[in-house]
């Protein structure tokens, strides 16, 4: 049975680098915010109750509706909830169905951003936070998507606080691109193969 680590972090902290980082070290990562966006597509049950929740229009030519998805969403906090209930279950299915699938790893990766909010560190053996400085961070998420400081931060505001998950976390990568990551990840896998 492979050891299953959650990777978390911030917006902008560096969990697709580590996740990458792990992908090129042999290290099969499930990148869950990809994977929801598959399972919308192509899970029926989703498919089924998201347009029972939001109408016909959620899907269009196959494909989803994303501007009236994420308006719903903003709309009120609430209907985060809603989606999520819906979402979560399932990509919690679809990653268990996939570590399985990779059992003879003996290390496999879950990088989500949201991994405590949605429930998945019952799903890992230990949490991996990337952490880094949240001016870092806010300059890496306006640089990479093309946003504004403003968007960046209300992004940021709408995540779980970064102490919250400092404190719950196992381990914690420091990626403030200073010290240098891969030693870091190196240390990771070394510790957990060690004391797993």
Known sequence: MAIK?????????GKSVVSRLLGLMGIPVYISDVEA?????ADEG??????????????????????????????DPGH?????????????????????AHAGAGLVGMESAI??????????????????????????????????RRQVEERVRSQMDDGEKLRRA???????GKRPLIPQVLGLISSLSQNH
Do not use: C
């Not at 029972?52 to 719903?72: M, T």
């Open 5 to 13: 680590i959650g990777i978390t972090g911030g917006i902008g902290s």
């Open 37 to 41: 966006k598959r399972l919308m597509l």
């Open 46 to 75: 989703i498919r089924r109750d998201l347009t029972a929740l939001l109408g016909g229009e959620v899907y269009r030519g196959g494909a989803l509706n994303k501007p009236l998805l994420a308006s719903y969403l903003f709309a």
């Open 80 to 100: 985060a909830q809603q989606v999520n209930a819906i979402v979560h279950p399932r990509v919690r299915d679809d990653f268990r169905a996939w570590a399985a």
């Open 115 to 148: 991994l405590y909010e949605a429930g998945f560190e019952g799903e890992v053996d230990a949490v991996v936070m990337v952490s880094a400085p949240a001016e870092v961070r806010i300059g890496r998420a306006a640089r990479r998507d093309a946003a504004s």
């Open 170 to 176: 196992d381990y914690v990568l420091v990626n403030d």
